[in-house]
């Protein structure tokens, strides 16, 4: 594409406006979505004076993928990147049903919806990049977040399929999982002493969530360098100019490390299982199916 036009969800605060900046610095057009238009003008004052607009949106709204279609149309966008959402903490026994719906619905359902309101628009015009921005633990699990695990896994999951799904009209699909950054990401959630019932007190859920709480504010993650990163990765310029056909992009040296450690054991399972594996099957050999 010769030019980028960003539509950033959730751009008023965090990543999302990291994101939105980074693009705009580099010379593109940004559309930001706010659930408080007024707000954001008043806390994010640089979108404005580079050049970017808001547009009033909560992505757990029936009404989202209407808006997104209206604004891809009306400004002509060609990425998105789906990034508003936030963290739950707790224990799955500790958590409501309501609070696990919750956090789908945002964090999956939202992207989702976001993302169709797109699709049409993109398919016609034969190009567009949908960037899902996902986190570390979308990949590698993390006790005391497993809810918020779970919604970013059934992203990645969802991505994987519509990265084959629509290929074949020229728009790219890119996953982005963020490790731990220097954000107020985890201001928002509970402390472990208010998420985490007495009986999981001293177990991984519990040790894990006081870890990420005393490391809030010395992450090692520059959410400025990580924006530069994805805006790049999207374009293909400086140091992404090798990674324009990447699905998964890894951000922070946290993610990196722990893809690894997934990736190894992930890939041990699969050895030791093997041969229990392949004996599960009809003697007869279906050629061709499952489809690869």
């Not at 970017?52 to 998105?80: C, F, H, M, R």
């Not at 722990?258 to 009809?282: I, Q």
């Amino acid at each position: 594409m010769s030019s980028y036009i960003w539509l950033v969800t959730g751009a008023s605060s965090g990543q999302g406006t990291e994101i939105a900046l980074a693009a705009l610095r580099a010379g593109h057009r940004v559309i930001g979505t706010a659930r408080d238009v007024d707000r954001a003008r008043r806390t994010c004052t640089e979108m404005e004076q580079l050049g970017g607009k808001w547009i009033k949106l909560d992505v757990t709204d029936d009404n989202t993928q209407s808006v997104v279609a209206e604004a891809v149309t009306q400004y002509g966008i060609n990425v998105i990147v789906n990034n508003a959402g936030y963290g739950l903490r707790g224990v799955l026994e500790d958590l409501s049903m309501h609070q696990v719906r919750a956090q789908m619905e945002t964090n999956f359902f939202g992207a989702l919806a976001v993302t169709k309101g797109a699709i049409p628009t993109f398919r016609f015009q034969r190009n567009g990049i949908i960037v899902m921005i996902s986190s570390a633990s979308g990949f590698s699990g993390t006790p005391s977040q497993s809810m918020y695990s779970a919604s970013k896994f059934a992203l990645e999951g969802a991505s994987e399929s519509l990265a084959a799904e629509l290929e074949p009209f020229g728009i790219r699909v890119l996953v982005v999982e963020l490790g731990a950054y220097r954000t107020p990401f985890q201001t928002a959630v509970e402390k472990p002493e208010q998420a985490i019932s007495e009986a999981y007190k001293g177990t991984a859920a519990d040790e894990a969530a006081r870890r990420i709480t005393a490391g809030h504010g010395r992450q090692a993650g520059d959410p400025v360098k990580a924006a530069h990163a994805i805006v790049e990765v999207v374009t293909g310029t400086g140091r992404g100019a090798e990674l324009k056909d990447v699905f998964r992009l890894p951000l922070g040296k946290d993610a990196v490390s722990r893809a690894s450690v997934k990736m190894t054991s992930f890939s041990e399972d699969v050895e030791r299982c093997k041969s229990l594996a392949e004996w599960a099957c009809f003697e007869e050999d279906y050629e061709g199916y499952p489809p690869l």
